[in-house]
C-alpha cells in the first residue's frame, strides 16, 4: 500500500511569511577619474570586478507622479540578466537611504520583452533610459559588505557609488560607515539625486 507524503504542508503553512524590510543605503559622488578610487578601493581589499554594461529603463505611474512621490520602478539588463526593482522614497537629506524591493526575471530577450508588455499593459509608460558601464567592487568595512560602482553613465559623466543594504535596526550605524568608507576614499561633495534625476535634469529633456 502507498504512503502520501504531506509533511511540509505543516511548514508551508503554519502561519504567515515573516518579510524583513530592506533599505539601500546608498551615497553617490560625481569625480573626474576613477583611477585614484579604484587603487584606494584595491588597498582596503576591494576586489573589482570587470564592467558591465548596464541599460536601465525607467516607467511613469499611470495615475501617481513618481517625480511628487520620489519613487522609481526600473527594469535593468545585464548582458542577458533582466531584474525589475522598485525604489521608494529617499529617508534623510544626507544619504540616499530607500526602501529597494529587486526581483530577478527570465534571461534573455524573451525575458526582457515579457516584462515590458506585461508593464505597459498595466499603463506604465517609458519615460527615460540610463546606459552605463559599471564595475562593482565588494569589500568589508566597519562590519558591513559594501557594494562599490565605478560607473561612466552616457551623457552624464563618471561617478562612484557605495551602497550597503540593510535591515531598519542597522540603519544608523550603516549610514555611518558609508559616510566614513566615502572619507577614507577621499570622496566629497555627495550627489543625492538619481541618474534618472539628472537624466531628466539634462536640457535635452526640459
Same mark, same amino acid.
Given at each position: 500500500m502507498s504512503t502520501i507524503e504531506h509533511s511540509a504542508v505543516p511548514f508551508l503553512f503554519s502561519g504567515p511569511p515573516v518579510s524583513v524590510m530592506t533599505f539601500e543605503v546608498e551615497l553617490k559622488f560625481p569625480v573626474s577619474d576613477l583611477s585614484p578610487i579604484e587603487l584606494r578601493l @584595491?588597498?582596503?581589499?576591494?576586489?573589482? @570586478?570587470?564592467?558591465?554594461?548596464?541599460?536601465?529603463?525607467?516607467?511613469c505611474h499611470p495615475s501617481r507622479d513618481f517625480a511628487q512621490t520620489d519613487e522609481a520602478l526600473r527594469i535593468r539588463r545585464v548582458g542577458s540578466k533582466n531584474f525589475v526593482t522598485y525604489k521608494g522614497p529617499k529617508l534623510d537629506d544626507d544619504t540616499k537611504t530607500r526602501r529597494e524591493i529587486e526581483v530577478p526575471l527570465i534571461s534573455g530577450a524573451e525575458g526582457a520583452k515579457n516584462i515590458v508588455e506585461l508593464i505597459e499593459a498595466l499603463g506604465f509608460e517609458q519615460c527615460a533610459q540610463v546606459v552605463k558601464n559599471r564595475r562593482k567592487a565588494s569589500l568589508q568595512f566597519d562590519n558591513f559588505q559594501v557594494e562599490a560602482a565605478l560607473d561612466e553613465v552616457v551623457d552624464l559623466g563618471t561617478f562612484v557609488e557605495l551602497e550597503i543594504s540593510a535591515d531598519q535596526t542597522q540603519l544608523e550605524a550603516a549610514k555611518q560607515a558609508i559616510s566614513h568608507l566615502a572619507s577614507e576614499l577621499g570622496l566629497t561633495q555627495s550627489e543625492r539625486r538619481s541618474y534618472l534625476e539628472l537624466v531628466i535634469a539634462q536640457p535635452t529633456n526640459l
Amino acid at each position: 500500500m502507498s504512503t502520501i507524503e504531506h509533511s511540509a504542508v505543516p511548514f508551508l503553512f503554519s502561519g504567515p511569511p515573516v518579510s524583513v524590510m530592506t533599505f539601500e543605503v546608498e551615497l553617490k559622488f560625481p569625480v573626474s577619474d576613477l583611477s585614484p578610487i579604484e587603487l584606494r578601493l @584595491e588597498s582596503l581589499g576591494a576586489v573589482i @570586478e570587470v564592467p558591465v554594461h548596464q541599460s536601465d529603463i525607467y516607467y511613469c505611474h499611470p495615475s501617481r507622479d513618481f517625480a511628487q512621490t520620489d519613487e522609481a520602478l526600473r527594469i535593468r539588463r545585464v548582458g542577458s540578466k533582466n531584474f525589475v526593482t522598485y525604489k521608494g522614497p529617499k529617508l534623510d537629506d544626507d544619504t540616499k537611504t530607500r526602501r529597494e524591493i529587486e526581483v530577478p526575471l527570465i534571461s534573455g530577450a524573451e525575458g526582457a520583452k515579457n516584462i515590458v508588455e506585461l508593464i505597459e499593459a498595466l499603463g506604465f509608460e517609458q519615460c527615460a533610459q540610463v546606459v552605463k558601464n559599471r564595475r562593482k567592487a565588494s569589500l568589508q568595512f566597519d562590519n558591513f559588505q559594501v557594494e562599490a560602482a565605478l560607473d561612466e553613465v552616457v551623457d552624464l559623466g563618471t561617478f562612484v557609488e557605495l551602497e550597503i543594504s540593510a535591515d531598519q535596526t542597522q540603519l544608523e550605524a550603516a549610514k555611518q560607515a558609508i559616510s566614513h568608507l566615502a572619507s577614507e576614499l577621499g570622496l566629497t561633495q555627495s550627489e543625492r539625486r538619481s541618474y534618472l534625476e539628472l537624466v531628466i535634469a539634462q536640457p535635452t529633456n526640459l
